[in-house]
């Protein structure tokens, strides 16, 4: 299992990127589409980053608005591969 983050160690990784707020020791992140195709098309381009990095963030969809949380489960909050993922796979795509 990984090593939860301090809260230095989150506030410093997570100035660092564009996009994802730091709340309830989880990455958010929501985003708008012109409408619901182009907001499915948009959470189907997560699918092969997850598979890859075998960690996956919870989705929420609501016709054109997708809201991802990212964290790590079973540690209990964020880790270094929340934030390792975040920018690279689904939040550097927004």
């Known amino acids: 299992m990984a090593d939860l983050l301090n809260p230095t160690e989150i506030q410093e990784r997570a100035s660092q990127l564009s996009g ?3 709340e309830s ?14 907001a ?17 963030p919870d989705i ?4 054109n608005k997708v809201k991802l949380n990212l964290t790590t489960h079973d540690a209990g909050g964020l880790t270094e591969k ?7 796979d689904f939040y550097a795509r927004l």
């Not at 499915?40 to 996956?56: D, G, Q, Y």
């Not at 929420?60 to 016709?63: A, I, L, T, V």
């Open 20 to 22: 994802p707020t730091v």
């Open 25 to 38: 020791k989880q990455l958010r992140c929501t985003r708008l589409f012109k409408d619901f195709t182009e």
């Open 40 to 56: 499915i098309a948009f959470v189907n381009k997560l699918v092969a980053p997850s598979e890859a990095a075998a960690h996956h």
């Open 60 to 63: 929420e969809n609501s016709y």
């Open 82 to 88: 929340d934030l390792a993922c975040g920018p690279r």
